[in-house]
């Protein structure tokens, strides 16, 4: 398939610039495989539709404040954006890039000193005098670009999901930013299987797709864990025949990454480049929760995978008709 078979027109004033106040009051899409129905509800209605023994698999993973600014020795001002923050010299894109020569210090806001070194794979290597810990202290919520705001505090509660547990995110898997500790509790009680996996959201996940051919564009690999107690969970709930609804194209891509060619979760840890597009074949995930995707993005193509893409397009038109938000702070869809 070609990168323009998954452009779409969206109006600017579709895309979400700040969150709402309750995060379960979002709109809700449902995309209904089976009767090609598709239906508009609010998110916390998405109760009605996972039924006792089916399994919510959510990415714990935790933003850090991968934002770093700072200036040059002649004042400049600088943008180190953190890809990740493990290593020695980690990954950092820096703006603007080209004006920086390797070698160079860059002061930050909090007095860290970063020296910028060479390229890496994405970005340039980055080497702080400070421990990551003293350095992400100074740092900013990583809002998308697409947000045109600087972030605020009520960012750093906001770009979060209530789950959040293992610091190394440098973008939130938004789809998860709906839920409300109430709903999980809800759904819980209900007899809803709740697990959790981890995937650390980065510049990999929303790089630009820019070869012609989709087939041809290569994914950043990512750190993911399936632990042991969770495979074997998930393995019964499948077995069962209880349905697994992955929240978020990150809990789906462990997923699937984890699964054996039959099917069966293996506890497995270590970094995935795993790209799904259409005409790939789901092992675990039965259900979809996410939100709207940007237009030629890897996030639209996994829907797209799972959905099909006529229906998924169907889906987006509707949306732009009746003024769904957009994005990270958005609405979100439920494909069933």
Known sequence: MKLKDFYYELPEKLIAQEPLTERDSARLMILDRGSR????????????????????????????????????????KVEIFLLDSQGEDPRALIRPSKKIKEGEKIELENGVIATVLGEADVGRFVKFDSSIEKVLEGGHVPLPPYIRREDTARDIEDYQTVYSLRAGATASPTAGLHFTRDLLDAFRR?????????????????????????RDHKMHSEFFEMNEKTARVINKVKTSGHKVFAVGTTSTRVLETSADKDGKIRPLKGKTDLFITPGYSFKVVDGLITNFHLPESTLLMLVSALAGKDFIFEAYKKAINSKFRFFSYGDAMLII
């Open 190 to 214: 209900k007899g809803v299987i709740i697990e959790q996996v981890t995937l650390h959201t980065s510049y990999g996940t929303f790089a630009p797709v820019k070869e012609e051919n989709i």
């Open 37 to 76: 129905e598709i239906s508009e509800r609010v998110f916390r209605d998405v109760y009605d539709y996972i039924n006792e023994g089916d399994c919510l698999v959510l990415n714990n993973t935790q933003v850090i404040p991968a934002r770093l600014y700072g200036k040059r020795d002649t004042g400049g």
